[in-house]
């Protein structure tokens, strides 16, 4: 048997959208189970997600530490955001982050993981890329604002963020699973047996 997740959609003979926000809406469908009985399932829809995980030439990671309410915490994350445009190119959305939210560019870029974050109850899918070759972005650094004008910027070792991850230090979904995908695939076939940026992404298609 192949461990691989497939494509499978139950019938849906009923739903509604109880709320529309500004990016994400709050779905409600009832779904036929197995049995033939019909089950409520809420859950947020979401445009989808990329992320980055940055590492320079010392073997760093190019982080960010950004105030998250609804966990009120601050937490130490990589570089991310929403696919704002419906079939957006994922690597151009990411390299669109890596400059808006730390002013930097990159040479060579791999897809690292592909994950959906809270798939019981949130259909958002990220793309997690691995960006090496860094250098600063050119011409005007992006206007931040709300959080992101108090964001933290940083560049932290690898093995320190590895350390952090296994001893409950660090949280972020984006982050955990960046950094030990990338432990993962140097043990392995190395980070160049990684997939192609432009790699197909079936939860996210995207034009070329």
Not at 46 to 57: E, Q, R
Request: net charge negative.
């Amino acid at each position: 048997m192949k461990v691989q997740d497939t494509p499978e959609e139950w019938q849906v003979v009923a739903t509604t959208t109880p709320f529309t926000g500004k990016k994400t809406s709050v779905r409600t469908d009832d779904v036929v189970m197995p049995d033939g009985s019909v089950a409520r399932r809420d859950y947020q829809v979401h445009p989808g997600s990329v992320a980055v995980l940055a590492l320079d030439d010392q073997d760093r990671v190019l982080v960010l530490r950004q105030y998250r309410h609804p966990v009120r915490q601050k937490l130490w994350e990589i570089p991310a955001g929403l696919l704002d445009v419906p079939g957006e190119n994922p690597l151009h959305a990411a390299q669109r982050e890596l400059y808006e939210e730390a002013y930097a560019k990159a040479g060579e870029w791999r897809v690292l993981a592909d994950v959906y974050t809270t798939p019981g109850g949130c259909d958002e899918a990220v793309r997690i890329f691995l960006a090496r070759d860094l250098a600063e972005a050119e011409g005007e650094r992006y206007a931040v604002s709300e959080e992101e004008a108090d964001m933290e910027v940083a560049r932290v070792p690898l093995a320190e963020l590895v350390r952090g991850v296994l001893a409950g230090e660090l949280h972020n979904n984006c982050l955990v699973v960046g950094v030990l995908s990338l432990v993962a695939a140097r043990a392995g076939d190395g980070v160049d047996a990684l997939r192609p940026a432009d790699a197909p992404w079936p939860a996210r298609p995207f034009e070329a």
